[in-house]
């Protein structure tokens, strides 16, 4: 019962998020008409269509999302459609003659002549309001927030069932109240209005237009880009508060941080000396520390069939918990691969669980394509959800789990390093699971580039957001702007560990993003390498960018993406080391300027 109020709720709450806003004109284009052959068909095709697609994400798996993006512009094609007709009144007859009189044919063959005769309100086709409904439940079903997403995953868990099908009618149901009472109120002040002013041929026209406007702003990505920062309090936070508040909780990538080798904290299992004892020929015993849990729930395999735990019985199992733009990751990689090769034919079976931290490692498209360019040939569970991090109690990137033939974890490790101890480990649970002639010698592993193990000597600057959520040591004068465009300017001499930015800048929760030609971000550092998490303009128009280190191109310590004269480009989201010194490490003065407008900035790391 909880779950169906969560779900009902939930689907209320969708009105008041800012991505829906270009769709109600649209909707209150419909107050005033006649609610049984109007406003009735028009709910139902609305929560008809919200309910087929939310189910397809249930049972289908990533097509649908490629099906939905399909819809979403014939959607689009359709509400332009009736936009024009409410606009210009000539036009709308002869465009929607036809369409309208196939509405009624269809209408008069469901319900029979007798059921449209009785209606005064000659002007309102049951027919297009349905397909109208249609185009708002394909509008209105990408806008989905948290709770939904619960829905969803416990089907994926479970399969279908009626208890899903219940949660996904209860969550159409709310959305379909929301729907009606702003048809109901926007009816009475459009009536209003009407009466006072006789301003309703104006009234219909202004719904046209901005009806026009709505299909635009959805064209053009406003509806989830711009619009969505007009406010901090977004349906998707009302929501998490009211999950939070029933006692479900959804993982969420800020609830940790990347971590390197050095880092501790709350774990799956009380924390423990990982540092292995005894010898070669006799290991010291490993602990029992857990069941392996559920590995359903990813939202799609990348290299294999989805996996199961009952079906890794007798193979061992390495579960590698990452995200491609974490440079712990990164650097942890190579000796990832090298495991999965070396053992592979004597029974070990890695997992990578890719736990997005950033909204772009959301994107299916953005991890198959650094699967690819990092070589990763290992089986892949897009974690998009949190269900298998859940599963872990997980709370690190990265993070490595240890499990035996029997199914059970028997070690794990969390950040960077214990290279040797960890490949001792996997050694030994192939011995106990019976494989013959297991190598007992250490892969030599040689990493370059980005992922060269850090020189943590010499890092005394920390992981830095620059996305207002998780920033600190901001030093432009005045402080950060949330959601807006401002003018920020650098100090010229910043102390240690601050960072600034200068021209015109829009600060968001997870990124800042560059308004204008030659912003700059200057941050003062210690560290032999500096890596910067980028992103190219929207659709992904490259962004050229200029660095300097102390006021000079970086010659001899320009990083793998950035050329000795410290110029580079941003071509797609991803991590960009920016400074690789080969000499003493000392305090440094780093700049970063953009010659292209649209670039966002997420987070600094180090090594």
Not at 360 to 383: C, Q, S, T
Not at 499 to 513: F, H, I, K, S, Y
Not at 533 to 542: R, S, T
């Amino acid at each position: 019962m909880t779950l169906l109020i969560l779900a009902y709720l939930g689907g209320i709450l969708t009105i008041v998020s800012p991505c829906i806003l270009p769709v109600l004109p649209f909707v209150f284009s419909r107050a005033g008409q006649s609610f049984s052959r109007s406003v009735l068909p028009m709910l139902a095709g609305m929560v008809l269509m919200f309910a087929l697609v939310a189910t397809l994400a249930a049972v289908g798996g990533s097509w649908v999302v490629q099906a939905n993006q399909y819809g979403r512009w014939l959607a689009l094609a359709l509400v332009a459609l009736f936009g024009a007709t409410l606009l210009f009144p000539k036009l709308a007859e002869r465009l929607t003659h036809p369409l309208v009189s196939l509405g009624d044919r269809l209408s008069q063959s469901a319900q029979g002549r007798s059921a449209a005769t009785g209606n005064a309100n000659t002007g309102a086709r049951p027919g297009a309001s349905f397909l109208l409904g249609i185009a708002t439940g394909l509008l209105w079903a990408p806008c989905a927030g948290p709770i939904l997403g619960l829905v969803l995953t416990g089907a994926a868990l479970q399969g279908a069932s009626v208890g899903t099908t219940l949660l996904l009618a209860a969550y159409a149901a709310g959305a379909a109240t929301s729907l009606g009472l702003a048809l109901l109120v926007g009816g009475r002040v459009f009536a209003t209005m009407k009466r006072s002013l006789g301003a309703g041929e104006w009234i219909r026209r202004g719904l046209g237009g901005l009806m026009l406007a709505g299909v635009a702003a959805i064209a053009l990505g406003l509806d989830t880009g711009a619009l969505a920062q007009l406010s901090t309090a977004s349906t998707g936070g009302i929501e998490q508060r009211l999950v939070d508040a029933l006692g479900t909780r959804r993982a969420a990538a800020q609830m940790s941080a990347s971590v390197d080798s050095h880092t501790a904290g709350p774990t799956m299992m009380p924390v423990r000396d990982t540092t292995m004892r005894g010898t070669a020929d006799a290991p010291a015993p490993l602990p029992v520390e857990g069941q392996l849990p559920s590995l359903d729930g990813a939202v799609q395999w990348l290299n294999s069939p989805p996996l199961t735990a009952q079906a890794l019985r007798g193979k061992v199992v390495l579960v590698d918990f990452w995200t491609y733009s974490c440079i712990n990751c990164l650097r942890t990689l190579p000796y990832v691969k090298a495991w999965a090769q070396k053992y592979r034919d004597q029974g070990l079976v890695v997992i990578g669980v890719h736990a997005p931290e950033f909204a772009f490692e959301r994107d299916i498209g953005n991890v198959k394509k650094a699967v690819h360019d990092l070589g990763v040939d290992y089986p892949v569970a897009i974690d998009n959800d949190f269900a298998i991090w859940r599963g872990f109690h997980n709370q690190y990137w990265p993070a490595h789990y240890f499990v035996d033939a029997q199914g059970r974890v028997r070690y794990h490790h969390f950040g960077e390093g214990n290279y040797a101890e960890s490949e001792r480990v996997i050694q030994q649970l192939l011995r106990e699971a019976g494989a013959k002639q297991v190598a007992s010698g250490i892969a030599d592993v040689q990493a370059g580039g980005i992922q060269q193990a850090a020189d943590m000597g010499d890092v005394r600057s920390p992981e830095t957001y620059v996305g207002y959520t998780r920033a600190e040591h901001f030093a432009s004068p005045g402080g950060a702007v949330r959601d807006q465009a401002s003018d920020y300017r650098a100090p010229s001499t910043p102390s240690l560990n601050q960072w600034a930015l200068a021209g015109d800048w829009r600060v968001g929760p997870e990124q800042a993003t560059a308004m204008q030609a030659g912003a700059r971000i200057v941050y003062r550092f210690h560290a032999r390498d500096l890596h910067l998490v980028l992103g190219p303009k929207a659709g992904g128009e490259p962004v050229r960018f200029r660095v300097t280190v102390d006021g000079k191109p970086p010659g001899d310590a320009h990083g793998t993406d950035v050329g000795a004269d410290g110029t580079g480009t941003v071509a797609s989201q991803r991590l960009y080391q920016l400074v690789r010194q080969s000499g003493d490490v000392r305090d440094r003065t780093f700049s970063i300027e953009f010659l292209d407008p649209g670039v966002s900035a997420y987070a600094f790391t180090f090594g």
